[in-house]
């Protein structure tokens, strides 16, 4: 299983979302998914924070800017953009 560690995720204040507090992004290529972990203790708290199944073809990484979530695609030359709650 190939996966990145893209970026330390912080949205202190955003009420409803998922990243309550600072989370770590992980990028699983091989599942098109990014995934959540607690960079505390390594908790796994969202396997399937954005589900890109039938969407990605090769997702590299995630960025946090302002209150979206970019996620590259190295094969489909795109950047898909998603709200904090992993939805598009």
Not at 3 to 11: E, K, Q, T
Not at 53 to 66: K, N, R
């Amino acid at each position: 299983m190939s996966m990145r560690i893209m970026a330390a995720l912080a949205a202190a204040g955003m009420a409803s979302s998922a990243l309550a507090d600072e989370l770590l992004a992980v990028v699983d290529s091989t599942a098109d998914v990014v995934m959540l972990f607690d960079p505390m203790d390594g908790a796994l708290v969202n396997p399937t924070y954005i589900d890109g199944a039938g969407v990605f073809q090769t997702p590299i990484e995630a960025i946090q800017v302002e209150d979206e979530i970019w996620v590259s695609d190295q094969l489909g030359d795109t950047i898909y953009r998603f709200d904090l709650d992993g939805g598009s």
